[in-house]
């Protein structure tokens, strides 16, 4: 099992342009997440997808969009970089367990993005 | 690799010696506790977890401790070992909710 991979590992945006981060799992998890970690903030909540089907606002949606594809696959797309969007994302994926309790969540390796 | 400990409380433990990371969480309701270890250039991996019905949970050379009462939990690494040096946080969770809410973190600078 690979867990959680990520797409681009690296990239640098001039401001306004556009991107899609992809992120896929292998895990079979119904829950996918999008996080944004900024040095002394900790990980941020950008947008997350309890199952197939539905996405929801994390706690920084604002500039950023996201498709929950199919259950394996959930994209992050930034529509019009800002240099404030310089950060480094990270995917997650989680399920619940059979009392519909939160398992814990597995993390991509991150991709570190630089927008100009 | 990025500094995500930037500017976070630091540890630093003698090869060898047990480290104890502390962190307080927030929310009374919370019934399911995560710790985490994030090295530098990598995603946060999960180390351990423990729910609000035990109070204590080993691993391998790792330990954590659970006080409800004053909304305390604790990560114990015994034998530190110079790989253990990464930020390590803590994040909780309420029943019924699909979120987590992480802390910022702690330094742990293993010095050999």
């Known amino acids: 099992n690979a867990g959680v991979t990520q797409t681009p590992k690296f990239q640098v945006l001039k401001t306004g342009q556009s991107m899609t981060l992809q992120c896929a799992q292998d895990m079979n998890h119904n829950s996918m997440y999008w996080y944004r970690q900024d040095p002394g903030m900790g990980l941020r909540l950008i947008y997350y997808s309890a199952s197939e089907g539905t996405t929801d606002k994390g706690e920084v949606p604002n500039g950023y969009n996201v498709s929950r594809l199919n259950k394996r696959e959930f994209s992050l797309r930034l529509e019009s970089a800002a240099p404030s969007q310089t950060s480094v994302y990270f995917c997650?994926?989680?399920?619940?367990?059979?009392?519909?309790?939160?398992?814990?969540?597995?993390f991509g390796p991150g991709t570190r993005l630089l927008v100009l | 690799g990025e500094s995500v400990g930037l500017h976070l409380p630091t540890l630093s433990v003698q090869e060898g010696d047990n480290s104890i990371i502390n962190c307080a969480y927030s929310n009374s309701a919370s019934d399911y506790f995560i710790w985490y270890k994030q090295e530098s250039g990598k995603g946060p991996q999960f180390i351990i977890d423990?729910?609000?019905?035990?109070d204590k949970r080993q691993g391998q050379r790792v330990t954590v401790l659970l006080n409800k009462t004053v909304k305390h939990l604790s990560l114990q690494i015994a034998a530190t070992q110079p790989g253990d040096s990464a930020v390590y946080f803590c994040a909780e969770n309420i029943y019924g909710n699909n979120r987590l809410a992480f802390g910022k973190g702690n330094q742990v600078v293993v010095i050999p």
């Open positions: 997650a994926s989680s399920d619940l367990d059979r009392g519909h309790r939160q398992e814990t969540q597995y």
């Open positions: 423990i729910r609000s019905n035990m």
